[in-house]
Nanobody, 122 residues
Framework: QIQLAESGGGSVQAGGSLTLSCAAS????????MGWFRQAPGKGREGVAR????????FYADSVKGRFTISRDNAEKMLYLQMNSLKPEDNGMYYC???????????????WGQGTQVTVSS
């Protein structure tokens, strides 16, 4: 059983930066994914970035490429999301996710955190 706890959300002005952290407890599979999703008010949850826990391979949504960087520390069981050049459209609740399955390029996580709010003002 994996438990995920996000932190680091907050309010920033457009162009600012935030770093989200996710602390994972319990057993972490070393051949699977961890990543971040977000959900804006009135919209569905969308994948932001994911990283393979063994080989470090990453995937980013087009909307965040070049601005966000995902990283992990397997020994400390931590996942990070460095967010730069934030835009109002980045507003939302950000969720840490882990494990699960990938089919046709779509990752469906098994475990979810409770989320941390990111608010970007223009």
């Amino acid at each position: 059983q994996i438990q995920l706890a996000e932190s680091g959300g907050g309010s920033v002005q457009a162009g600012g930066s935030l770093t989200l952290s996710c602390a994972a407890s319990g057993y972490i599979y070393t051949n699977n994914y961890m990543g971040w999703f977000r959900q804006a008010p009135g919209k569905g949850r969308e994948g932001v970035a994911r990283i393979h826990t063994r080989d470090g391979g990453t995937f980013y949504a087009d909307s965040v490429k070049g601005r966000f960087t995902i990283s992990r520390d397997n020994a400390e069981k931590m996942l990070y999301l460095q967010m730069n050049s934030l835009k109002p459209e980045d507003n939302g609740m950000y969720y840490c996710a882990a494990d699960g399955t990938v089919y046709a390029g779509v990752w469906t996580p098994r475990y979810w955190g409770q989320g941390t709010q990111v608010t970007v003002s223009s």
